[in-house]
Nanobody
Framework: QVQLVESGGGSVQAGGSLRLSCLAS????????MGWYRETPGKERELVAR???????GYGDTMKGRITIARNNSINTVFLRMNNLHPEDTGVYYC???????????WGRGIQVTVSS
């Protein structure tokens, strides 16, 4: 059974930084596309960033330039470094795993990020 456990969220002031972590278990981690998505008030879940099997990153438009995604296959963990956070980045951030872009995969429970002005 796949489990994804997010950590590292919390509250920060505008301009601050956070690093989210997602520890995965129950899957052959190096073979999976890992991603971060978010739900912000009034918006549907959207892609923040994803990282392919070989380590190539891909970024959504909303936070591009302020984030870095990385993975450590030796510890089954994917990271999301977020810099220069804005109040509109406030929301719930979810870790996702899937075999390919067109697959749904499974989700973590989500972690709250709150950015105050």
């Amino acid at each position: 059974q796949v489990q994804l456990v997010e950590s590292g969220g919390g509250s920060v002031q505008a301009g601050g930084s956070l690093r989210l972590s997602c520890l995965a278990s129950g899957l052959d981690f190096p073979r999976y596309l890992m991603g971060w998505y978010r739900e912000t008030p009034g918006k549907e879940r959207e892609l923040v960033a994803r990282i392919f099997y070989g380590g190539t990153p891909g970024y959504g438009d909303t936070m591009k330039g302020r984030i870095t995604i990385a993975r450590n296959n030796s510890i089954n963990t994917v990271f999301l470094r977020m810099n220069n956070l804005h109040p509109e980045d406030t929301g719930v951030y979810y870790c996702n795993e899937r075999r390919a872009v067109s697959f749904e995969g499974s989700w973590g429970r989500g972690i709250q990020v709150t950015v105050s002005s």
